[in-house]
C-alpha cells in the first residue's frame, strides 16, 4: 500500500474516517491486525533486535494506538524483563488485548489502558521504550501528539515510530486477467483515502511528514532511521494468502466507488476462493513490503 502498511481499519466510507465507529467489526479486526502481526514477525524481530541498541533492557515499555496488542505481545516476548502497556482508544481491541495476556500468563506483565492521543496522554505511564506502529497518522495534529508524548517518555528511553515505507506487492504485474499494473493504480486510490481519511480527523492539521524533525521538534533526539523488508516469496502459505485476501476485499469494499468497472471485475476474480487465478490458489502470489522506523531518544541519566 501507499503508505507502507495496512491501515487495519474497517472504515468504509473513501472519505469518511469518522469516529462513528458503530459498523466496524472489531472482532475481524482483531483477527487481522493479530494476523498480520504473525505473519510480519520475522521483520518485527529485526526492529527489536535493532532497536535493543537504544534501550537494551527496558522496564517499562508502552505501544501506543496497539489495537488488540499483536506488536505488544512480541514486545513483551523480546522484553522478558519489561512491564508492557497497551494502550489504545478501543475498548474492543483492549479487551481482546486483556483476554490474551491472561490466557498466556501474562497478565502480571501486559495490561491494556484505554488512551486517545492526545487527549488521555498523560494516562501513559513514563516508558523506556514507547512504540507506535501506524497509530500516529490517525491524529489530526500529528506534531504536537508527538511534543505531548515526549513527556510521557522516561529520560534515557527512547520513542521509536513506524510510518511509512513502500507499499505491499504480491503480484506480477501482468497477472493474466485485467489490464497490467492493478496494483500501482490501487496505490494511487490508498493515497486519495488516505488524504480523505486525514482530513476528516478531529483538529486534522497538514505538517510535513519529515518524522526525524518532528521528533526533534517535539524535544527528543532523532538517532536513527531505518526501513525493514518482510519478504515472502511465492508460494506463500495459506495465512499470508488469507491476509492478502482480507487487504484486497477490504480495499475492494472502501473503494468500490472510485473503481472501474474492469478494475472491480479483476478484483473480484483475485478474491474468488475457487478461482485458479485468484489469490488463495495462485502459485505466483508472494508478499514484498518494506516499513520504515524511526528513532529518537530522550536525553537524561536512565532511572
Ligand atoms: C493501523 S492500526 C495499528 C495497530 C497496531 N499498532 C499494529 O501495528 O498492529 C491503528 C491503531 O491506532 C489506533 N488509533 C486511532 N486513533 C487513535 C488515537 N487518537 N490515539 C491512539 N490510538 C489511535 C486505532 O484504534 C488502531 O488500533
Known amino acids: 500500500m501507499a503508505h507502507g502498511h495496512s491501515h487495519g481499519h474497517a472504515h468504509k466510507h473513501a472519505h469518511g474516517h469518522s469516529h462513528d465507529t458503530a459498523d466496524i467489526d472489531w472482532a475481524d479486526m482483531g483477527d487481522k491486525l493479530e ?106 495534529d500529528q506534531g504536537a501528539a508527538l511534543a505531548a508524548l515526549a513527556q510521557r517518555i522516561a529520560p534515557g528511553g527512547a520513542i521509536a515510530l513506524l510510518e511509512g515505507g513502500l507499499g505491499a506487492r504480491s503480484l506480477p504485474r501482468d497477472i493474466g486477467f485485467g489490464k497490467p499494473g ?8 490508498d493515497e486519495e483515502w488516505f488524504a480523505g481519511m486525514r482530513a476528516s480527523l478531529p483538529g486534522a492539521k497538514d505538517v510535513v511528514e519529515d518524522w526525524p524533525a518532528l521528533l526533534g521538534a517535539a524535544g527528543l533526539r532523532h538517532v536513527a532511521t531505518r526501513t525493514f523488508l518482510l519478504d515472502l516469496p511465492a508460494p506463500l502459505p495459506r495465512e499470508a494468502r488469507t491476509h492478502l485476501v482480507d487487504e484486497l476485499a477490504r480495499r475492494r469494499d472502501m473503494y468500490d466507488e ?21 489469490l488463495l490458489l495462485r502459485p505466483d502470489a508472494f508478499l514484498l513490503l518494506a516499513q520504515t522506523v524511526h528513532v529518537a531518544v530522550k536525553d537524561g541519566e536512565q532511572g
Open 35 to 140: 494476523r498480520y502481526a504473525k505473519i510480519a514477525a520475522p521483520m518485527y524481530g529485526e526492529v527489536v533486535a535493532w532497536l535493543r541498541r537504544w534501550v537494551p533492557e527496558p522496564g517499562l515499555v508502552a505501544d501506543v494506538g496497539a489495537g488488540p496488542g499483536a506488536v505488544a505481545f512480541l514486545l513483551a516476548d523480546a522484553f522478558p524483563g519489561a512491564r508492557v502497556v497497551a494502550a489504545d482508544p478501543e475498548g474492543p481491541l483492549l479487551e481482546r488485548a486483556g483476554e490474551r495476556a491472561a490466557r498466556e500468563g501474562l497478565a502480571d506483565r501486559l495490561s491494556a489502558v484505554r488512551v486517545e492521543l492526545p487527549d488521555d496522554v498523560g494516562q501513559l505511564p513514563p516508558a523506556d521504550l514507547m512504540w507506535l506502529g501506524k497509530s500516529l497518522h490517525h491524529v489530526g
Open 182 to 189: 492493478l496494483q500501482s493504480r490501487l496505490e494511487a486510490v
Open 258 to 278: 472510485l473503481l472501474g468497472a474492469d478494475e472491480l471485475a479483476t478484483i473480484d476474480r483475485l478474491l474468488d476462493p475457487s478461482d485458479p487465478g485468484g
